[in-house]
C-alpha cells in the first residue's frame, strides 16, 4: 500500500472516529480522590497490516472471546498517577469528546466497553501510587479494581505479595495479540506474572527510546536524509555509521576557541543513551538459562566489544555533548546543567542527532526546523533486526492481591480489563501511531515509516530495571567518568548480582 493510499486510510478512520465518538451519549466518570522482532521488511508489512486490520471491527487476531456479561452499572475503578512525568495518564479516561484523536479514541473506547458490560469505568487520581497500593493491601482498605503501578514501583510490589499473579484471573487471555508478548515472555518469572501491558495505553510507546534528526544541521552539513533513511532501510544504520556521520561535525560557534554549550555537535544525549545503545546491540545483561531461569549473563567478547564503542562514541567530546559533561565544560551552566540542555540544543539547530524518547518527540510539535527519526543504531550489520530500549517510566497495569479467591470481583476485573484490551486494538493504535504522528508530530513520511520499525522493535532487559549488584548504575557512573570499564565492573559485583536475581526469584516462588 502506497503512502497516498495510507493517508486516505486515516482521513476515512479519523471520519469514522468522529462520527460515532459525536453521537455518544456519555463517557468515563472521572471523580478524583486525592527477541522476538521481525525482520525490517516483515516489520513494514506487519505494521500496515495491523493498520488496516484495527480499522476494520472483524480482524479475529484483536477480538476477544468474552462472553455476554451484564455487571448491573458495577463499578470499575483505575488507580492511576495524574501528575504530569506519568503520561501514561491521559489514555486511561476522558470526560468527553476533545477534538483530540487520542483523547476521543479513548472516549469511543470506554463507552464501548461499559455499553457492552453495563458497567461504569472511573479512574482514581492518586499521586504516590506506590504507597496506595501497599497500604490498601496491607490494611485491606482495597477500594479500586485495578493500578497503573510504574514499573520500578512495580518490581517491589510484585516481590511482596501485593499484587495478583494475573494468569489466576478469570477472562484474561494473556496469549491475545492486543496484550505485549514481549511483556508476557520477559516478566514472567517462577511461572508468574504481576502486570501487563499492550494496546490497552500507550505508555510504553511514548517511553520507547530513539534518535531525532535535525534538518537543517544535516543539510548546512551535505548530509543526505534520504539517504540515512535507506541505511536504515537495508539494516546498515550501525554505531559504526553513527560515528561516520559525526566525527567531523563539531563547529566553534561562538569562535572563542574552546568546546562548549554553545558550539555545534554531532550527537547530544543523556546517560539513557548508554542503556539505549546496549539494547540497540539485541545484547542483554539478564537473561535466562535452559530451565527459563533467570541468570547473569556472561561478558561475552561481544559484549565488551559493544560497551567499549559506546564508550568511544560517547566520551569524544568533539561528537558527543553528553548531559553529564555540560558542567565539565564550562562550570554551571544557568538553566542549562540538565539533560533539558540537550533538547535546547537540538530545537536550536546545533546538534544533528539527539537521543530522545517519544513523549520528547511529541513535544517536539512545535519545533520550527524540519526533523526526522530514526532507531538508535545496531552495533553492527550482522544483526538481523533493530532492538529499541523503553525507559523504565513506563507502568504497568495490576491487580491488588487482596481479590484473591474473590471470584464475584475477579469475573468482573478480568472481563473489564479484557474487553478494554481488546476495544484498544481497534481503536488506539490507529489514532495513536497512525493519525496523531502523521500529522502532527512528524515532519515526513518516512519517519512514519521509521517510527513503525521502532515501535515494532521494543525489547525489555530486567538489569535496567532492578538494578542487580549495582551493575546498571554503576555502567552509568564510570561512563560519566570516561572510564568504563565492563569486565572489571562485573568482576567486582558479579556474585552480588547473582544473589539480587536469586532473592527475586525465591520471592516470586515464594508468593501464594
Same mark, same amino acid.
Given at each position: 500500500?502506497?503512502?497516498?493510499?495510507?493517508?486516505?486510510?486515516?482521513?476515512?478512520?479519523?471520519?469514522?472516529?468522529?462520527?460515532?465518538?459525536?453521537?455518544?451519549?456519555?463517557?468515563?466518570?472521572?471523580?478524583?480522590?486525592?527477541?522476538?522482532?521481525?525482520?525490517?521488511?516483515?516489520?513494514?508489512?506487519?505494521?500496515?497490516?495491523?493498520?488496516?486490520?484495527?480499522?476494520?471491527?472483524?480482524?479475529?487476531?484483536?477480538?476477544?472471546?468474552?462472553?455476554?456479561?451484564?455487571?448491573?452499572?458495577?463499578?470499575?475503578?483505575?488507580?492511576?498517577?495524574?501528575?504530569?512525568?506519568?503520561?501514561?495518564?491521559?489514555?486511561?479516561?476522558?470526560?468527553?469528546?476533545?477534538?483530540?484523536?487520542?483523547?476521543?479514541?479513548?472516549?469511543?473506547?470506554?463507552?464501548?466497553?461499559?455499553?457492552?458490560?453495563?458497567?461504569?469505568?472511573?479512574?482514581?487520581?492518586?499521586?504516590?501510587?506506590?504507597?496506595?497500593?501497599?497500604?490498601?493491601?496491607?490494611?485491606?482498605?482495597?477500594?479500586?479494581?485495578?493500578?497503573?503501578?510504574?514499573?520500578?514501583? @512495580?518490581?517491589?510490589?510484585?516481590?511482596?505479595?501485593?499484587?495478583?499473579?494475573?494468569?489466576?484471573?478469570?477472562?484474561?487471555?494473556?496469549?491475545?495479540?492486543?496484550?505485549?508478548?514481549?511483556?508476557?515472555?520477559?516478566?514472567?518469572?517462577?511461572?508468574?506474572?504481576?502486570?501487563?501491558?499492550?494496546?490497552?495505553?500507550?505508555?510504553?510507546?511514548?517511553?520507547?527510546?530513539?534518535?531525532?534528526?535535525?534538518?537543517?544541521?544535516?543539510?548546512?552539513?551535505?548530509?543526505?536524509?534520504?539517504?540515512?533513511?535507506?541505511?536504515?532501510?537495508?539494516?546498515?544504520?550501525? @554505531?559504526?555509521?553513527? @560515528?561516520?556521520?559525526?566525527?567531523?561535525?563539531?563547529?566553534?560557534?561562538?569562535?572563542?576557541?574552546?568546546?562548549?554549550?554553545?558550539?555545534?555537535?554531532?550527537?547530544?544525549?543523556?546517560?539513557?543513551?548508554?542503556?539505549?545503545?546496549?539494547?540497540?546491540?539485541?545484547?542483554?545483561?539478564?537473561?535466562?538459562?535452559?530451565?527459563?531461569?533467570?541468570?547473569?549473563?556472561?561478558?561475552?567478547?561481544?559484549?565488551?566489544?559493544?560497551?567499549?564503542?559506546?564508550?568511544?562514541?560517547?566520551?569524544?567530546?568533539?561528537?558527543?555533548?553528553?548531559?553529564?559533561?555540560?558542567?565539565?565544560?564550562?562550570?554551571?551552566?544557568?538553566?542549562?546543567?540538565?539533560?533539558?540542555?540537550?533538547?535546547?540544543?537540538?530545537?536550536?539547530?546545533?546538534?544533528?542527532?539527539?537521543?530522545?524518547?517519544?513523549?520528547?518527540?511529541?513535544?517536539?510539535?512545535?519545533?520550527?526546523?524540519?526533523?526526522?527519526?530514526?532507531?538508535?543504531?545496531?552495533?553492527?550489520?550482522?544483526?538481523?533486526?533493530?532492538?529499541?530500549?523503553?525507559?523504565?517510566?513506563?507502568?504497568?497495569?495490576?491487580?491488588?492481591?487482596?481479590?484473591?479467591?474473590?471470584?464475584?470481583?475477579?469475573?468482573?476485573?478480568?472481563?473489564?480489563?479484557?474487553?478494554?484490551?481488546?476495544?484498544? @486494538?481497534?481503536?488506539?493504535?490507529?489514532?495513536?501511531?497512525?493519525?496523531?504522528?502523521?500529522?502532527?508530530?512528524?515532519?515526513?513520511?518516512?519517519?512514519?515509516?521509521?517510527?513503525?520499525?521502532?515501535?515494532?522493535?521494543?525489547?525489555?532487559?530486567?538489569?535496567?530495571?532492578?538494578?542487580?549488584?549495582?551493575?546498571?548504575?554503576?555502567?552509568?557512573?564510570?561512563?560519566?567518568?570516561?572510564?568504563?570499564?565492563?569486565?572489571?565492573?562485573?568482576?567486582?559485583?558479579?556474585?552480588?548480582?547473582?544473589?539480587?536475581?536469586?532473592?527475586?526469584?525465591?520471592?516470586?516462588?515464594?508468593?501464594?
Amino acid at each position: 500500500m502506497n503512502m497516498n493510499i495510507k493517508k486516505f486510510s486515516f482521513i476515512l478512520f479519523l471520519s469514522l472516529l468522529l462520527l460515532i465518538t459525536m453521537a455518544a451519549l456519555f463517557s468515563c466518570d472521572n471523580k478524583t480522590n486525592g527477541d522476538n522482532n521481525s525482520n525490517n521488511a516483515d516489520v513494514q508489512n506487519d505494521v500496515q497490516s495491523d493498520s488496516d486490520n484495527a480499522a476494520e471491527a472483524e480482524d479475529p487476531a484483536g477480538k476477544d472471546d468474552l462472553p455476554e456479561k451484564n455487571f448491573g452499572e458495577k463499578e470499575f475503578i483505575i488507580l492511576v498517577d495524574p501528575t504530569t512525568s506519568f503520561r501514561h495518564f491521559y489514555d486511561v479516561c476522558v470526560e468527553g469528546i476533545e477534538g483530540e484523536l487520542i483523547h476521543d479514541a479513548v472516549y469511543k473506547r470506554n463507552l464501548e466497553v461499559e455499553e457492552r458490560f453495563n458497567v461504569k469505568i472511573s479512574d482514581r487520581q492518586i499521586t504516590n501510587i506506590y504507597d496506595s497500593i501497599r497500604k490498601s493491601v496491607t490494611s485491606g482498605s482495597v477500594d479500586y479494581s485495578v493500578a497503573w503501578a510504574m514499573v520500578t514501583d @512495580y518490581t517491589k510490589l510484585s516481590q511482596n505479595n501485593i499484587l495478583l499473579d494475573l494468569q489466576n484471573v478469570p477472562n484474561l487471555n494473556l496469549e491475545k495479540k492486543y496484550w505485549d508478548q514481549n511483556v508476557v515472555r520477559d516478566f514472567t518469572i517462577s511461572g508468574k506474572l504481576y502486570g501487563i501491558m499492550g494496546d490497552i495505553s500507550t505508555s510504553v510507546s511514548v517511553f520507547t527510546h530513539l534518535f531525532g534528526v535535525n534538518k537543517v544541521v544535516a543539510q548546512n552539513n551535505d548530509i543526505d536524509i534520504s539517504g540515512l533513511y535507506q541505511t536504515v532501510r537495508d539494516g546498515k544504520w550501525t @554505531y559504526d555509521t553513527l @560515528y561516520s556521520l559525526t566525527k567531523d561535525l563539531y563547529r566553534d560557534l561562538d569562535g572563542d576557541g574552546t568546546r562548549n554549550y554553545a558550539d555545534q555537535y554531532g550527537l547530544g544525549t543523556t546517560i539513557a543513551v548508554v542503556d539505549a545503545m546496549f539494547s540497540a546491540s539485541g545484547e542483554k545483561l539478564v537473561t535466562r538459562d535452559e530451565n527459563g531461569d533467570f541468570i547473569l549473563s556472561p561478558v561475552t567478547s561481544r559484549i565488551e566489544a559493544v560497551y567499549s564503542k559506546i564508550s568511544d562514541i560517547l566520551s569524544n567530546k568533539t561528537i558527543n555533548l553528553g548531559s553529564w559533561n555540560i558542567g565539565k565544560i564550562e562550570g554551571d551552566i544557568k538553566g542549562h546543567a540538565s539533560w533539558y540542555a540537550i533538547d535546547d540544543k537540538f530545537l536550536n539547530n546545533t546538534v544533528l542527532f539527539v537521543d530522545i524518547d517519544v513523549g520528547i518527540m511529541m513535544d517536539f510539535r512545535a519545533m520550527d526546523s524540519d526533523f526526522g527519526i530514526v532507531p538508535v543504531p545496531k552495533f553492527d550489520e550482522s544483526q538481523k533486526n533493530y532492538s529499541v530500549y523503553a525507559y523504565p517510566f513506563y507502568p504497568m497495569l495490576t491487580i491488588p492481591s487482596s481479590y484473591a479467591g474473590d471470584g464475584e470481583s475477579l469475573d468482573l476485573i478480568g472481563t473489564i480489563m479484557e474487553g478494554l484490551a481488546s476495544s484498544s @486494538y481497534k481503536n488506539l493504535p490507529p489514532a495513536f501511531y497512525d493519525t496523531a504522528f502523521a500529522t502532527k508530530y512528524t515532519r515526513d513520511e518516512e519517519s512514519i515509516e521509521m517510527l513503525d520499525i521502532i515501535l515494532r522493535s521494543r525489547i525489555y532487559d530486567w538489569m535496567t530495571i532492578f538494578n542487580f549488584g549495582n551493575i546498571y548504575s554503576g555502567i552509568h557512573s564510570q561512563l560519566e567518568k570516561d572510564n568504563l570499564n565492563i569486565v572489571s565492573l562485573f568482576e567486582k559485583n558479579e556474585a552480588k548480582a547473582q544473589a539480587d536475581i536469586q532473592k527475586l526469584v525465591d520471592a516470586y516462588a515464594d508468593n501464594d
